[in-house]
DNA sequence: AATGAATGAGGTTTCATTCAT
DNA sequence: TATGAATGAAACCTCATTCAT
């Protein structure tokens, strides 16, 4: 009721206001949200969208950017510190903290990594690779096994990735952690090839 | 007058036809596919389609079905088997078939478990429940360590989804299905936690 | 008032209705013309419209084609008679029914060779063509001079279009078909280039 | 800090420089030219844009004026010369000049003469009265036969149009000239009507 | 006088589903 | 049982014009 008073932002801010109208959606309802809803929570005309996002496929590179960024903030790598890291330690933490980022973040991921925009990205895979730097940082301090790092990165993000989604469909958080720790120890353990059987 | 031959079938061998000419598609084209596709695959009317299948996703739903019938009937489990079983390479040759087996019919998979249509559905995991039927099978046999069941299956069937993905978009296959091997035999390999630092 | 009652056509049926509604409103309108225009006249929904014509220029290249069927039919080429031609009375009756043909489908006209459709398309200009092909016939009959047939047919049949907008617009038919069949009789007629002063 | 100078202008100046702005963007683009596009070019604010010119139209208006203006300038009726005038050549270099002058601005052309705004513009046509104003002159002074100016001069403009059209779209321009010529000489020949078969 | 952020009606196209035959 | 013509609700995107600053 009323008409809409036309308010005059900075661009960045506007573009602000809409990102994060969009990732409110988003978080809520995954692939499903068109333009039209986040026009319609951002409170800006169609027009004003595209006016800051040439596409639609441009708003999801956005929102990926700043969740990468995000996540980076959040849970640098120990790479730089000084002294000896306590490798399997910082695995496992890194682990649960990925589950509750990204559990907490389900929606979003969905629509950036699981949808029709996932398939026209050329994927930096940003985060398999990351994984797979710290198991050969772990290896060259001997404090992982001789496993395969680029694979092995791949398959356990995947289940990262699946625990994730599992704890924000309602499954036990902390059961998940707990079995993605074990998985992951053993999956690095140091130790030759033929100890296990 | 070149009035197409309208050949009536029995309902099963109809609907057969269908869906076998979906699953074709599906397997080509993946989530892309069409009724319309579908139809004109299968040589059938639009009209007949949802004669069949009262909705697209009722024919997803079959084509699940089958999908996870024929997995049940390739690689039944060898519970049954009398004698015993060496798990470690029941499980690891179950590890190489699977990702043969679903890299092939890659398409289909992300049709089935990456689209709208997986959200709909409340899945009952049938190969998340084998998996985790397999270890328990292995615990009991004392063959595997004491990880918690479910949580640890639904992580390692992750891996093995993103390993049959991986290979049908070109990776290496051997590797993976090394690399997977060898998650697999670490993550279940027999030993008290402690011993995994 | 009443729901649309849903009319099944058979296929060339329905899509003749089609082209007919657009050709009246492309014949009162031109370029403004809008699918959105066309279903509401010819009472069809807008899916109908895409389902026998797969865009909008599709539709524009049908009404194209009848619109030049259309005046092959109604002005064949008289080449093919036996016996002498007259030449000259040939070329000024064509000229004056074109002007009566093309008037009266001025709005259609302008759809079509005014409009962003006419750069899309590589027109094989079948008006000039024809109309040098007439130049020669009547040069190799020696009723017409020795101009140049490719450039006079395109500068006549400038004229030719110019004075059927003409005419659409109001100026004086029976004026500017005379002079149309002055300028044509003497751009056409015999005699050296050096008795043009 | 970087703010960009607002210059302040004269009005007309200011205008001035958007309307050259246009000429060149539609010289290279025609018809596709958006309001958009001038800004940038010009320099200006999207709302200086409409301070100066209503509305679109408003602007293609002014480029027609001028264009007009600058046609009268370039090729100022001979009328006024004192003594005898070989109104042929006269005409024929007219033709000539026309064609090139034309065909260098054939974007802009499209824009003002085969577009919506032309629709809406209620033409003085201009150059037809000034071609009729020299045939009429021509034949005053026994140079031109007892053809209609009006309708003569607008047919001959229609293919001086399409000449230059044709030239800028890669035809030969000589023989374009040489035909357009020719068709000139023979329109505008001195004879009696009969004389032309 | 000048700016440029904001608007929103309007345009084409897609496709699961319906229903007259 | 079978057909396939018909539907219409979205979806994304454009751009001349407006107006708060």
């Known amino acids: 009721m009323g008409k809409p008073v036309r308010r005059r932002l900075r661009p960045e801010a506007r573009k602000l ?20 809803d986040v ?5 800006v005309a169609k027009g004003t969208f595209f006016l800051y996002f ?26 730089e510190v000084d002294g000896p890291v306590d490798w399997p330690s910082v695995v496992a933490g890194l682990a649960a903290a990925y589950i509750d980022f990204a559990s907490a973040r389900q929606g ?25 730097a710290i198991i050969r940082a772990g290896q060259e301090a001997e404090a992982f096994g001789p496993v395969d790092p680029e694979p092995t990165a791949l398959l356990l ?6 625990a994730a989604r599992a704890v924000a469909a309602g499954a036990d958080r ?12 053993r999956a690095l353990a140091p130790g030759k090839p033929e100890e296990f059987p």
Chains 1, 2, 3, 4 share one sequence.
């Open 108 to 132: 979003i991921g969905q629509a950036l990594f699981h949808s029709d925009f996932a398939e026209r990205q050329t994927s930096a895979d940003n985060a398999v690779t990351r994984l797979s």
């Open 174 to 185: 902390d059961a998940m952690v707990a079995a993605l720790q074990t998985l992951i120890r």
């Open 17 to 36: 206001e809409i990102v994060e109208a969009a990732e409110r959606l988003l978080q809520a309802h995954g692939r499903r949200v068109r333009v039209e």
């Open 39 to 43: 026009v319609r929570e951002a409170g």
């Open 157 to 162: 993000f995947a289940g990262l990735d699946e």
């Open 54 to 79: 040439p596409s639609w496929d441009d708003l999801l590179a956005t929102v990926r950017e700043r969740l990468i960024a995000e996540l980076d903030a959040a849970y640098p790598l120990p790479t």
